[in-house]
Every structure is written in C-alpha cells, then in structure tokens.
C-alpha cells in the first residue's frame, strides 16, 4: 500500500512535470541557435548552376554591361544570378553601391566585406575582393588577420570596433551601444549607415551564394579564404531587443520610419531596392504564395528580433494578420503542433539559414519538390533580404510606425 501510494503521489506530479518539460522544448525552439557556433558548410556542386554563355540573350548583356566596368567576365555569382535577369538589377544595384559608391575608405569597406564573408563561409565573395583589399593598401598578414578577427594583436582601436560591429550584427543582429557609440565618435550619420549596411549588404549575398551553391572562381592560393584559421565568434550577448530611441532620427514629414531614416543618406536610400524584388517582382507573390512569402519574412523578422520588420509585415506591408497566419504559432517554430509538413519546411529553411548561414541538402529538396528553380531562387532571396533588412534597422534603431504592432516576447522569458 506505502508503494501504491507513493507511486500515485509522483504521478500528481507528472502533469505539471510534463507540461514545463513541453513548454521548455517549445521555448528552446522558438529561436534558433544564435549564428556562429560552427563554419559553415560548403557545398561541393552548385544547387542552381550558372548560366551558360550560350544562354545569354540581350537582356543578360545589358546587365553585364550595366553591373561590371568593361572587359571583365563575369564571375560564377554573376552567371548565378542571371538566370534571372530582374534579380541582377536588385541585388547589383545596391552591392555596387555599397562595393563602389558608399563614403567608407577603401580600406574600411574591405575590411568589413571580408570580414563579413569570412563569418558566412564565403569563399567566393573572399577571392572577389582580395585583390580590391590588397589595392587599398592592406598587406597578406593583414588579410590574415581579418580572418582571426577583432581580438587579433595589430589592429587600432578604431578598426578593431568596426570588426566586433561585423561580427556583433552577423551573431546578434544587433550591435550593443558601446560599440556603436565608439564607431559614432568619428563617423557622421551617412558613414555610419555605410558601414551597418555593408556588413548587412555582404551577409545577404553570401547567403544567397552559399545557398546556390555558387562555387569560388579559381584564384592563387594567397586570394583563397584561409582554411588553417579558427573560426571564433566572440561577442557579448545583445544588450536590449529594441531600441526605445532611434539611433538615427528619421527625416521630418510624413510617410513612415523605414525610408525616412535612410533619406538621411540618399544616395544610399536611392540604391535600396531588394525588397521591391521580394515583394513585386517574386514568383512567391506572382505565383499566389504570397502566404510562403510572409512566413519566411516573419520568422526572419523573429529570428533576427526585429521589431520593425515584424511590425510591417503583421500589418500594412505583408498583412500576415489579415490573412489569417498564426503568428503566435509562428514564434514558436517549425516544430509547434499545427503546422502542415510544407509549411514547417519553410520556417525550417528560415531557421537553418539563420543559424547556419546555408540550408541543408534535407530541407532544400523537401521544398524543392515543390518549388521549382526559380521560386528556390526566390525563397532564399526572400529570407537573404530580410536577414540584411532586419540587421539595419536594428542597427540604426528604427522605430516602428504609430499603431503598428510591437515584437512580442519570447515565450518562457
């Protein structure tokens, strides 16, 4: 009888015991891992092959002719990208800026795009730009020790904080205010903007390689990627998920926060222009999936802890409230009771490519069976935008716009 009644007086505690266990697994899922626990991995054959000169219409020779100076050949990510001609002009656009046009040093800007490719594994964005980076004055030791990173004896003070600031916005998505306030001591607004926006710009397109699979064009040994370097990401953790004040005030007048804040610097304003692509010209849209489309805006939203981005695509941007999606079970993740099979494949393709900064060969054929190359294409270009749209506004603390819904809180925490 004393062990009957003992046994059912530890079931009593089953229930309760049950329920925190289940409640701890769905909020160990409701974020993913923070990026930057691991290199990521790359892939040995292309998921979307380049396009073959063969292939080339007018069309594609108008955007070689527009995106690269005359006589250069276009490497493996540009032959990449034409397969689809409309996404040339809204990824070149803006990387030719943030590559060309920005107010950063020549210097700076390829001390943050190499570092920014290092952190995503990319070794094709690495052995683009060594020879600009070796242009600009910085020597082989040097490049090496962008690879090592912020903690690396040899940088000054000032280049040092624009590393952690890559690095800090590539595991956090956010850059805590010790770091940008020491940037802010010697940038203005627009310099400021530049070099957010080129560690966010650099992530986008890595992603979106890494995920093609666009293979590294041939280069000398001392232009490849250092291999034999320890891939350490070392950041404290993100101090605040929104900002209360904006970092940059947006321009006065009306109209909502996202443009006005970058009006401050329009000649970077003018550039921007990945999201018309997501939004107008995707298949994801075209195709009536508007649905795929916001979920895979929102959980990026989630995961990078944008409260901005997830505001607008609640409401009057993606709408995701007025068409009916579960928010509440979308902050949860793939793994919540209720999802259908596709549609948990989709926020696991958002969750990998967070963490990861690349999808696994598992998750891009189960959506691949039903997607075809294009909308694969446009899938990762949807969470490779949204990732680096995400990363600036959290960076400039953008505040979102008058009675538009705010981030709401991790479950659990």
């Known amino acids: 009888m004393r062990s009957r009644t003992t046994r059912s007086r530890a079931c009593l505690l089953c229930g309760p015991l049950l329920q925190a266990m289940a409640a701890a697994a ?55 990208l034409l397969n689809v001609p409309e996404l040339v002009d809204h990824t070149m656009s803006f990387h030719s800026y943030i590559l060309r046009d920005s107010t950063l040093q020549p210097r700076i800007r390829e001390l943050l795009v190499l570092r920014t490719a290092w ?21 082989d030791v040097e490049l ?47 310099h400021l903007m530049d070099a957010g926006m080129t560690v966010a710009d650099v992530a986008a397109i890595s992603f979106l390689y890494n995920n093609l699979g666009v293979q590294p064009d041939d280069a000398p040994p001392a232009d490849r990627m250092p291999r034999d370097v320890s891939y350490v990401v070392d950041v404290p953790a993100r101090e605040t998920t929104t900002l209360r004040t904006p970092r940059v ?58 409260e901005y981005e997830w505001s607008e695509h609640v409401g009057n941007v993606g709408r995701g409230r007025q068409m009916g999606l579960p928010l509440d079970r979308l ?29 696994s060969d598992r998750t891009w054929t189960a959506l691949h069976e039903r997607y075809d190359d294009r909308m694969m294409i446009d899938a990762t270009v949807t969470v490779a935008n949204y990732r680096m749209v995400s990363m600036a506004l959290n960076f400039l603390g953008v505040q979102i716009n008058p009675g538009e819904e705010r981030l709401p809180a991790v479950p659990g925490r």
Not at 333 to 359: C, H, M
């Open 26 to 80: 769905l909020v160990a899922q409701s974020l993913p891992d923070r990026p930057g626990a691991a290199p990521p991995i790359q892939l040995a054959t292309p998921r979307i092959a380049p396009l073959a000169e063969a292939q080339w219409t007018d069309a594609h020779r108008q955007r070689l002719e527009r995106f690269l100076p005359a006589g250069t050949p276009p490497g493996s990510g540009f032959r990449t």
């Open 144 to 190: 090496r020790r962008i690879a090592v990173g912020p903690a690396a004896p040899g940088w000054d003070d000032f280049e040092a904080n624009l590393l952690r600031m890559a690095d800090q916005l590539f595991r956090n998505s956010f850059v805590n205010d010790a770091i940008y306030q020491a940037i802010a001591a010697r940038y203005d607004a627009c």
């Open 119 to 139: 952190l995503h594994g990319s070794d094709v964005i690495w052995r683009e730009r060594v020879p600009f980076a070796r242009t600009a004055g910085l020597s």
């Open 331 to 359: 902050t949860l993740g793939p793994n919540a009771p209720g999802w259908d099979p596709f549609e948990a494949t989709l926020l696991r393709f958002a969750d990998e490519a967070y963490r990861d900064s690349i999808v």
């Open 249 to 306: 005030a947006p321009l006065p007048g009306t109209g909502t926060n996202n443009p006005r804040t970058f009006n401050v610097c329009r000649t970077l304003n003018a550039a921007r222009n990945g999201s018309t692509y997501v939004n107008q010209i995707s298949m994801l849209g075209k195709s009536g999936r508007a649905r795929d489309r916001e979920l895979l805006i929102l959980r990026t939203g989630w995961n990078s802890q944008s």
